[in-house]
């Protein structure tokens, strides 16, 4: 009886070690930051890239998307060369093509956006070469893979042939929105209504990954290797590295985006084929009353959306 009770007592500290281990194991995440470079926020700063100082002050793996269209965005091409040759050219930076001129694939169809895929890669393969960076990561303008599931399959089987590897994302936190709204204050020169906004977008991003730890950890029973996607834009270089403290906060540990494509989670079917760019971790549910379920239960974006709103109606 008492040999009994004492194993009884053994599996019971297993079972909450194992529970204690499950809830506190160290999440992972890489970093993706889209629309690389932004030459207009660099020629108003005096053609210094102050996102990428921050980001060598954080000193993580980073992964970007580039639109080469950009260098030619203003008129200092020679000095926005350069600024895609210094991103590159870190040791820390993996290297990714956004197309050239940042395309919607289900309006601009095949053939346009596959020309747009090829004008995209041809400065960024040459410097890519130089500092020994195979070029095998390509994400879509606006995370849209296709109208329906013609154009998905069309699109992947082309992108396989030119060696890309379709970069998916679990975790945005829609910093392009908070951004424009954190430009205007700072334009009008109201810091502290900027800095509010800012303040907001960190704390919405970490109930964001909140948010997809919790459907990862329901649906997987285990933390998964998440890919976080945000923008080169200004929120992000004072914002940025408050998101990667406060994760770190929360025993996040950060990756490149090679390590996170290990994950088996990354070799599911997409199974969603419109052209919306919702996260991986819906894209795989097979049913969408499950997925339209748990959008519904993500934090609330209202307030950004409404301020947006009316700035644009301005």
Not at 167 to 175: K, Y
């Amino acid at each position: 009886m008492v040999c009994k009770l004492f194993l009884k007592y053994l599996l019971l500290i297993a079972f909450s070690v194992i529970t204690v281990n499950q809830v506190s194991g160290q999440s992972q995440v890489a970093i993706t930051i889209d629309d690389v470079p932004n030459t207009k926020i660099f020629q108003a700063d005096k053609f210094q890239s102050l996102l990428l100082k921050t980001l060598d002050s954080v000193n993580i793996p980073i992964t970007i998307f580039i639109n080469e269209e950009k260098l030619v965005n203003t008129d200092n091409v020679a000095k926005n060369t350069r600024l895609l040759k210094n991103w590159i050219k870190r040791k820390y930076i993996t290297v990714g093509n956004h197309t050239y001129s940042h395309s919607r694939y289900s309006e601009a169809g095949f053939e346009s956006f596959t020309k747009d895929i090829e004008k995209g890669e041809v400065l960024t393969k040459k410097l890519s070469k130089k500092y020994g960076k195979p070029l095998k990561y390509f994400r879509f303008p606006f995370n849209d893979l296709g109208k329906d599931s013609l154009q998905h399959a069309k699109i992947q089987e082309h992108l396989l042939r030119k060696g890309y590897c379709v970069t998916p994302f679990t975790v945005e936190s829609i910093d392009w929105m908070y951004n424009a709204v954190y430009e205007y204050y700072l334009q009008k020169n109201d810091k502290a209504n900027a800095e509010e906004i800012g303040e907001k977008y960190v704390a919405k991003t970490i109930e964001y990954f909140n948010y997809f730890e919790a459907v990862a950890m329901q649906k997987y029973n285990r933390p998964i290797k998440h890919i976080y996607l945000c923008h080169d834009n200004a929120l992000n270089i004072v914002f940025l590295p408050e998101i990667v403290s406060r994760l770190r906060k929360n025993n996040y540990t950060f990756i490149s985006l090679d390590d996170a494509l290990q994950d088996d989670v990354y070799k599911q079917k997409d199974l969603y084929y419109k052209k919306w760019g919702i996260s991986w971790i819906y894209r795989w549910m097979k049913s969408q009353e499950e997925r339209i379920g748990l959008m519904k239960k993500e934090p609330s974006t209202e307030d950004i959306e409404g301020l947006y709103g009316q700035l644009i109606q301005k």
